[in-house]
DNA sequence: GATACGGTTGAACAATTGCTCAACCGTACA
DNA sequence: TGTACGGTTGAGCAATTGTTCAACCGTATC
């Protein structure tokens, strides 16, 4: 749990299934099993993805998230707006500033979040692009 | 679970959610909460990112479109490649089935699988980009 | 100093989830 | 027809997770 790496998912034990063989049949075509092997990006970076799209897996964090990609919002008001309480936010923003999603500065008792990163918003809206271009709802 | 939608989370729950008003705090910043409200996706998108997203949240699905990312693939190659029985692949399969992010074909005894849909390796592409560029494992 | 308020935190509980296991379906081939 | 094999499925279990609740920290104001 509060483990010395800020991983949500454990590497080891990932990278156990990877090379401990427990598959139950052969493989059908080499080729398309070669040719994945070595075009994907490596483990770590794998690893990294599932980590990073678990954080915006959350309806709660995903909607803080899309609120701050408007401007910086203070805990307050973002638990205004979900219609939640502080608590419950704080709790997302502290997954989510581990996970360097969102930064943070404090002024007085106030404690001002935005988006840390480009990438962020830039995640948002390709994802919001395929959800209204699939309308898989 | 079994539910008439295939929704992993319950859209319901989620609009009670944000019109029933659980907020213990006043707003402090009128003018960023109204903002975020008119600029924030609708909540329809805003509960579909987070089932896309939690869809791609998971080691071993992330590790699956990675791979069909190169070019389809079987069951058997995909359990080979990743070391995990048929089983395990077949029951994600099925999710990324359900939320449209793979497609299939059948031949024979055989059923091969490629994404479905460009966005997909869009989104891969945009979340490996932030991985590799933070570090942040 | 006392009070109020924004914000954080940890424990606990309910709900969700991913894998295993065993059984099963369909197609191919002897 | 029987056997083998690719693939799917449902039940069950262990592990993870999000919210609540209560307590607490810091800063500002009286």
Redesign the interface.
Known sequence: MASA?K?V?N?KD?RD?????????????ED??E???E???NP????????????????T???IL??L??????V??I?????????AISHQLRVLRQ??LVKYRKDGK?VYYSLD?D??A???D?????????G??
Not at 17 to 29: A, G, M, S
Not at 126 to 134: D, I, L, N, R, Y
């Open positions: 790496k991983s998912i590497l990932v299934d990877i090379f401990t063989d427990r598959c139950d049949c052969d493989v059908i075509h398309a099993v040719r994945a092997r075009n994907m990006p770590e970076v794998q690893i990294g993805l599932a980590e990073l799209f678990k954080v915006f897996g959350d309806p964090r995903v909607r899309c609120a990609r408007q401007g910086e919002m203070c307050c008001d638990a205004f707006l979900l219609g939640m309480t502080k608590s996970t360097n106030t990163d990438h962020v830039e995640i948002i390709v994802g919001a692009e395929h959800v209204k271009h699939t898989a709802l």
